[in-house]
Every structure is written in structure tokens, then in C-alpha cells.
Nanobody, 122 residues
């Protein structure tokens, strides 16, 4: 079992910034593939910022140039999402997804956190 915990959400005005954090942990596994997703009310969950198979960040078109995904340099199991120039349409529950690193890449099984709410008022 992998525990995933997100933090850093909140309410901000349009144009503001937030930084989300996520930490994955397990008594057994030590390294994880980690990405950010979000789900707005009435919509499907979507990938916001993910790492591709080469470890390069990929962003949803709607957040390109405003959001930055990164991993903590000291603790690779800590993931960040820096969100700048926030818009009302960024309002959603933000989820961190973690998959155990296995030989050849990331395992298929996804562990989700409880999410952290981001609300942007215009």
C-alpha cells in the first residue's frame, strides 16, 4: 500500500499563485512515478502536469506557461505543482497520482491521494 498526501490548496483571486505539494510513502516501496491531475465539478479527471517516459514534464494546453511540475531535489518522493496566473477555470480538486517504479518504468496500479481543493475567484 502507498500513501499519497496532497497539501497546499486554498482560495485565491484570479491572477494569484499557489504551490501544491504531494508526498508518497510506503513501508515497502521507495521510489514512485508521480503526476498531477485535477477534477472540476461535473467534469472528468484530467491530467494537468505529468512526466513522460523520458522524465520530461508535459502539461495540459490550458495550463502551459502557468503551471510547473517538479520534484524535490532532496526527496524524490515529494512532488510540487507551482501554479501562477490562476484563472477561475482552474478551480478544481487537485489530485496527486503515484505509481511504484519497477524495472522498465512505472507500474500500472495508481495510488491516489484525497486531493486538495483549489478555488479561484474572479
Amino acid at each position: 500500500q502507498v500513501t499519497v498526501v496532497e497539501s497546499g490548496g486554498g482560495s485565491v483571486q484570479a491572477g494569484g499563485s499557489l504551490r501544491l505539494s504531494c508526498e508518497a510513502s510506503s513501508w515497502y516501496y521507495t521510489t514512485y512515478c508521480m503526476d498531477w491531475f485535477r477534477q472540476a465539478p461535473g467534469k472528468e479527471r484530467e491530467g494537468v502536469a505529468v512526466f513522460d517516459n523520458d522524465g520530461r514534464p508535459r502539461y495540459a494546453d490550458s495550463v502551459k506557461g502557468r503551471f510547473t511540475i517538479s520534484k524535490d531535489t532532496a526527496n524524490k518522493n515529494t512532488l510540487y505543482l507551482q501554479m501562477n496566473s490562476l484563472k477561475s477555470e482552474d478551480t478544481a480538486m487537485y489530485y496527486c497520482a503515484a505509481r511504484v517504479v519497477v524495472a522498465g518504468g512505472c507500474a500500472d496500479n495508481i495510488y491516489w491521494g484525497q486531493g486538495t481543493q483549489v478555488t479561484v475567484s474572479s
